[in-house]
């Protein structure tokens, strides 16, 4: 999404998924609840890189 940017060889994505799953299913673990959306194929900015998916998944979110 930003021109110039350096590719997974030299900034390889984190484990950001993996980490935020953690969190929740922790959170699930103490009586929470959520529901996991995961874009395939976008990064730190799904609101950017898959626009129509993301504007789905809060507008069901907040009805």
């Known amino acids: 999404?930003?021109?110039?940017?350096?590719?997974?060889?030299?900034?390889?994505p984190s484990p950001m998924v993996s980490q935020t799953r953690a969190v929740l299913d922790a959170y699930a673990a103490?009586?929470?609840?959520?529901r996991e959306v995961l874009l395939e194929g976008a990064g730190h900015s799904p609101h950017?890189?898959?626009q129509a998916e993301f504007l789905e998944a809060l507008t069901e979110h907040l009805a």
Request: glycine share 16%.
């Open 1 to 12: 999404m930003i021109p110039g940017w350096p590719d997974a060889d030299v900034a390889p």
């Open 30 to 34: 103490a009586g929470g609840t959520y």
């Open 48 to 50: 950017l890189e898959r």
